[in-house]
């Protein structure tokens, strides 16, 4: 553990953890698991295994452990950060994630009279998404500025406590130019906050000026890129 606490006698944390080791040759992991919680503290900072792994079985190279003087591990953490009240969160990484594209044309739009407008549910890394676009402004852009969010489409499907993480994208795409506005953040998106977006993403009066190809024929498009990271969970 980094970073300890030492100077509360009674802090540390709880933790349960494995410790992988990957085979080279066949994708595939050795994995070591402690069988009982721990706890770290300022003077037990440290947990692990003494005997891990030869270094004759190490280094032999049919094994795939040690492939051109490179090896790689990993580790998987469930804490329980509160132990005291039985509270906790487990984490899970996506190994490989997959950036999904969507693209939503928005045909008439100087005749959008809704305060806000949702594109059609799209999916990325398993959970279903929307884009949420105010065209008059939300909040401090309401007036003088398109408001552009992405959202999670039913945020009260997620079991309690649980949090998604994503980075995303979102654009309105220059039809003319290829001079696309964007913006990009990354954030953890819950029942308790299901959007994240800007409320100034762009002024009205630069949207709507000619020559600038995002509002072309009163069409515009709106593009989001989104990949998910991971899922935390309440244990």
């Given at each position: ?73 990993g580790v998987e953490v469930f ?9 906790g969160e487990c984490l899970s ?72 993480y994503a980075d995303f994208t ?66």
């Amino acid at each position: 553990m980094a970073a300890a606490n030492t100077s509360q006698i009674f802090w540390g944390v709880h933790a349960v953890f494995r410790l992988f080791l990957l085979d080279q040759n066949t994708g595939n992991y050795l994995v070591f698991q402690e069988q009982t919680e721990r706890r770290f503290h300022g003077m037990k900072l440290d947990w692990g295994f003494d005997k891990f792994l030869s270094l004759k079985a190490f280094s032999e190279s049919a094994n795939g452990f040690l492939m051109d003087d490179t090896c790689v591990f990993g580790v998987e953490v469930f804490v329980s950060k509160e132990r005291s009240m039985g509270k906790g969160e487990c984490l899970s990484m996506v190994k490989d994630p997959v950036m999904y594209k969507h693209v939503w044309k928005i045909d008439s739009f100087s005749k959008m009279v809704a305060e806000c407008l949702d594109s059609k549910t799209f999916s990325s890394g398993d959970q279903n998404w929307k884009i949420q676009l105010y065209p008059k402004g939300k909040g401090s852009g309401m007036g003088s500025h398109l408001s552009l969010f992405l959202a999670l489409a039913d945020p009260k499907s997620l079991p309690p406590g649980s949090k998604i993480y994503a980075d995303f994208t979102l654009r309105i795409l220059d039809l003319m130019n290829s001079r696309h506005q964007y913006g990009k953040v990354n954030f953890w998106f819950s029942a308790a906050n299901p959007e994240r977006g800007w409320q100034k993403f762009i002024t009205l009066s630069f949207l709507s000026q000619a020559g600038m190809g995002f509002l072309l024929k009163d069409t515009c498009s709106v593009e989001a890129e989104v990949t998910v990271h991971g899922i935390a969970t309440a244990l």
